[in-house]
């Protein structure tokens, strides 16, 4: 029993040695880091690079990502495509009382079109070249032409 005592008492002076030495370790270096004068820093500021973020705020965007996000100067951008509006001509006008106007236009390669206001009349079968009626009345029919933000207005 006694030997088992010995034992258990080597396995703490070993860890002790070791922890000993570990500090021992510790404190050289830090004496070694002491003898040094601290680096001084540059006066003038680093030159600054768009990928570091100029402020601390992290909810503040850097400058290359706020380009990224404004896109191409307008020089750069393409114009948007250029929608042929084909002859349009009014044909009907019909206005009842208590009920909105409505009128009828033949457009060319289409044939005739019943409309009210807001009507979208879809020249591509796809709905980004559709026209929009914004208005029907006796002075005639408004529509807008889309990405221009042109009027028409067929009387």
Do not use: F, W
């Amino acid at each position: 029993m006694r030997v088992n005592r010995l034992m258990n008492y080597s396995k703490y002076k070993t860890a002790l040695i070791s922890l000993v030495l570990l500090l021992a370790n510790c404190a050289s270096l830090l004496a070694e880091e002491g003898d040094k004068p601290p680096e001084k820093k540059p006066d003038t500021p680093a030159k600054s690079d768009d990928s570091t973020p100029k402020s601390a705020d992290p909810t503040q965007a850097s400058s290359r990502l706020r380009q990224v996000l404004r896109g191409p100067e307008r020089s750069e951008r393409t114009p948007p495509p250029a929608i042929k509006i084909p002859e349009i001509t009014l044909k009907g006008l019909l206005q009842a009382e208590g009920k909105p106007a409505s009128a009828v236009l033949e457009i060319k390669g289409k044939g005739h079109v019943s409309v009210v206001a807001g009507s979208r009349i879809l020249l591509n079968g796809s709905d980004n070249g559709a026209l929009l009626v914004k208005k029907v009345g006796v002075e005639g029919v408004e529509i807008e032409v889309p990405g221009v933000k042109e009027m028409l207005v067929v009387k």
